[in-house]
Structures are given as structure tokens and as C-alpha cells.
């Protein structure tokens, strides 16, 4: 296979080959590649991080060789920025959302042969996963989506945790397989919740807060109650979704 990394701030992942497919995930600046097979201007590629396949616009890669690709993908550290500024040397400015990867540290970087130069003027550290995550209050739901213009409920959850230095599956009914299960009196800020369809299904994931909260992306990423039964909306009176189990990561 040959090997590629994303050079735009953010690249709809594809089911199918076109432009009018869902978009069922995000490459974001800096993400990793493996490519299955070229057909312009499309190209199938298996995401590093997390084994996600899908479809991406071609001119949204750059095309690296084993070694550019192998110090590329070392040197690579998360963003932590609210969103940070890079300048392309063909001229331009590029800001990237939070979770994109570069190196860190440097004011310069290459990816193969493209050169970039960072602004990093309003970077934050935190590694505490409830604090991050309240970070993205009020982002809206969008399918498939992994920035704070747009985040699914397990998009939110993975890009969280991958800043924190944890690598989750991209989907819910795959993260509900990692970490540890917790009793519901045992729960603690940063440990996620998962919850079930009518089918049994696991269907929706949030990051529990204090205080009996969640964290959650439903309509947008909103505050509610965390309860034994599942999520519930005072705004609604309701419980909006059952609860299955919580994991500690």
C-alpha cells in the first residue's frame, strides 16, 4: 500500500466514491494514511488511528514514501489549540482544528516536500478529559463529524481522548469494548457512558462530569443528567436515552 498524510484542515471521509456520499468520518490536518487504490480523484484509504476505511479527495493528500511517511508519523504530537494558525509556504493561511496533528515544539515543519510555519498564539495544555471537553459546549451535531465546527457523539468522545493521549476506536459499539466497566455509584469525571437502542444496540456515547452530569452530542454537545435508567433532559422531562454501561479508559 502506499502512504499519504492529510494537508487540509479537515477532509470529509466518504462511504462511496463521491461527492454526494455520506460523510462518515473526518481526516483532520496531519492524519496518517494507508491508500488501498487510486481512482481520480478519489482515494480509498484505511486510517492510521484507528482502521476507519473510507474515501477521500486525492488533492486533500500528500503522497509521502516510507521514510517520509515513518518521520512524519513520529514526530507527531496533538493540537491543543482552540484553533491554531499554520501558513503554507506557497503563501495563505490555514487554520486547523483542535486534535490535528504536527510536531511539537517546532516553529517549521515539512510534510515530504510541503514546508509549513506555525502560529501558535492562544495554545492551551490541559490533559483533564472533562475539562477539554466542556471546551466543546454548544458545537453542533454533525454526522461524521470531529471538530468544534461540527462532532458526532463518538467523534467527540475519540478526539477528547486522543488529545489526552488515548487512541479510541472511531465508532461507539467500538469503544464500548475499551477500558474497564464501572458501577454507576463508582463513576468519575472522564469516564465515558454508552447507551442502547430499542434493539439493544449500543447507539450513543458521553463523558461523564460531576455532579451526576454528562457531556453528550445530541442536536448539539449539551450538559444533562446522568442517572441509572440513562440521560436525562429536564428541558423535555425525559429520559432520552437508556443506559448500557460505563467504562473507565
Same mark, same amino acid.
Given at each position: ?10 477532509? @470529509? ?29 478519489? !482515494? ?30 513520529? !514526530? ?11 501558513? @503554507? ?7 486547523? @482544528? ?20 506555525? &502560529? ?6 490541559? &490533559? ?25 457523539? +463518538? /467523534? ?10 488515548? &487512541? ?10 475499551? /477500558?474497564?466497566?464501572? @458501577? ?12 442502547? &437502542? ?5 447507539? *450513543? ?11 453528550? !452530542?445530541? /442536536? *448539539? ?12 433532559? +429536564? ?8 443506559? *448500557? ?5
Amino acid at each position: 500500500m502506499k502512504e499519504a498524510a492529510c494537508i487540509v484542515s479537515i477532509s @470529509p471521509l466518504r462511504a462511496e466514491p463521491s461527492d454526494k456520499a455520506e460523510m462518515v468520518s473526518q481526516l483532520l490536518f496531519g492524519d496518517c494514511v494507508q491508500v488501498v487504490e487510486i481512482n481520480h480523484p478519489w !482515494a480509498e484509504v484505511i486510517v492510521l488511528d484507528d482502521n476507519y476505511r473510507g474515501f477521500v479527495d486525492i488533492k486533500h493528500l500528500i503522497m509521502l514514501s516510507s521514510k517520509e511517511f515513518r518521520r512524519w508519523n513520529e !514526530a507527531l504530537d496533538y493540537v491543543y489549540s482552540r484553533e491554531l494558525l499554520i501558513i @503554507p509556504e506557497t503563501g495563505g493561511k490555514m487554520y486547523i @482544528p483542535r486534535g490535528s496533528r504536527i510536531p511539537a515544539g517546532l516553529d517549521t515543519f515539512n510534510i515530504g516536500d510541503l514546508k509549513f510555519d506555525v &502560529n501558535d498564539s492562544n495554545s492551551s495544555s490541559t &490533559n483533564d478529559i472533562f475539562s477539554l471537553a466542556q471546551e466543546y459546549q454548544n458545537t453542533p451535531y454533525l454526522w461524521g463529524g470531529k471538530t468544534p465546527f461540527g462532532i458526532d457523539c +463518538s /467523534g467527540f468522545t475519540q478526539i477528547v481522548y486522543r488529545i489526552c493521549g488515548y &487512541n479510541l476506536p472511531r465508532d461507539a459499539y467500538e469503544q464500548v469494548d475499551v /477500558g474497564n466497566e464501572i @458501577p454507576f455509584e463508582e463513576k468519575q469525571p472522564g469516564d465515558l457512558a454508552f447507551f442502547i &437502542n430499542s434493539s439493544d444496540r449500543v447507539h *450513543h456515547v458521553g463523558i461523564v462530569g460531576p455532579n451526576d452530569s454528562i457531556l453528550h !452530542a445530541s /442536536g *448539539h454537545v449539551r450538559t444533562d443528567t446522568l442517572t441509572i435508567q440513562g440521560i436525562y433532559r +429536564s428541558d423535555r422531562d425525559e429520559i432520552t436515552h437508556k443506559l *448500557h454501561r460505563i467504562i473507565r479508559i
